[in-house]
């Protein structure tokens, strides 16, 4: 397995000479198979790079304290610095009445960045594996998400980086065994009741007996091939964007103002001389350039946009939310914050 995480660090750039890391150690197989791989890639000098481990005690399980002591005794046997985080999950979630599963990820990931800010580092590792990817892809699906719900888990974003993207869970396991680790065992991932889990130990193991043995590899190709197309549709929609952009003013990655308004405008012919893939990806594109996110833009919003532009009579404007404002006007497609 060494090998295998080795070719995919060296594939996707995953670290490199001089890098810190926060690796995120749950105690489960993957996170101390991940732990105990790049342990020896270290040790070894085949890369040479530095590591803190960084553990949350959720407060969900009975065995949470179980988990702490032995990811907290794992690094002291193998003087690894160790942080830990105590959190309520549950009482959080109900104060600020998300779902268990997102705060348990905003909480985790808000302390990886903290620890990272602390200790001086420049990345965060986490566990996810093929398995996980695949999952993610599935689900994906079933909610109805478009082409890029199918790219499933990137091996980098951000900061953020996953050495056990390639590697499926039955290696990661036997890996384990190997290397005579014991890790702790999450019970609630046994529970059906969240849509992962359901993904995981029922329809999985349902098409791999009865529909396809291979159905990991053929997710994962799946994945690989969204993504490149993906890569591809990126680096048009930024072509297309670049020659229909007349103006662009107080955006976020520019000197920003917060209290003036964030304006681009758009050729409205150019944009409509376009297909209606990029027509969609462009909006997306300005949007995310406005505001870093274009979470509350639905695909509902983005055809009435476009419709909006198709049929030109006058002066018109749409507000898909609260924030975001389409004006057509003098042949301009002029997108903006709403202050």
């Not at 995120?24 to 590591?51: H, N, Q, R, T, W």
């Not at 969900?60 to 179980?66: C, F, G, S, V």
């Amino acid at each position: 397995m060494l090998e295998k995480v080795l070719n995919t660090i060296k594939k996707f750039k995953l670290i490199e000479n001089g890098d810190k890391l926060v690796l995120g150690v749950s105690g489960g197989p993957d996170s101390m198979a991940m732990l105990s791989v790049l342990s020896k890639i270290k040790s070894e000098e085949l890369i040479k790079f530095d590591y803190v481990v960084a553990h949350i005690n959720h407060g969900l399980r009975e065995n949470a304290k179980i988990d702490e002591k032995y990811v907290q005794e794992y690094c002291e046997k193998n003087n690894i610095e160790c942080f830990i985080l105590h959190a309520n999950i549950k009482e959080t979630a109900e104060r600020e009445k998300r779902g268990l599963e997102e705060t348990g990820r905003i909480i985790r990931y808000d302390f990886f960045n903290q620890v990272k800010e602390e200790v001086n580092a420049n990345k965060i590792a986490i566990a996810h594996n093929a398995n996980d990817n695949v999952e993610t892809v599935i689900m994906n699906i079933v909610r109805g998400s478009g082409l890029s719900g199918l790219k499933g888990i990137e091996a980098k974003s951000l900061n953020y980086i996953r050495p056990l993207i390639e590697i499926e869970r039955v290696d990661i396991e036997e890996y384990c065994k190997k290397e005579n680790i014991n890790p702790r065992h999450d019970e609630s991932n046994d529970e059906n009741v969240y849509t992962r889990n359901k993904i995981r130990n029922v329809a999985i193991p349902y098409i791999k007996e009865e529909l396809n043995p291979n159905i990991i590899e053929a997710i994962t190709r799946l994945s690989n091939i969204a993504k490149d197309d993906l890569n591809y549709l990126d680096m048009q929609t930024e072509v297309a964007y670049n020659s229909m952009c007349l103006e662009e003013k107080n955006l976020k990655n520019d000197v920003y103002n917060e209290n003036a308004e964030a304006i681009i405008i758009l050729d409205l012919k150019r944009f409509n001389a376009e297909n209606v893939a990029i027509q969609k990806r462009v909006i997306l594109y300005s949007i995310n350039k406005i505001f870093g996110t274009t979470k509350g833009i639905e695909k509902i919003h983005i055809e009435d946009i476009i419709k909006l532009c198709n049929n030109n009579i006058g002066n018109k404007f749409l507000t898909p939310n609260k924030k975001t404002k389409i004006v057509i006007k003098n042949k301009k497609i002029i997108i903006s914050d709403v202050k």
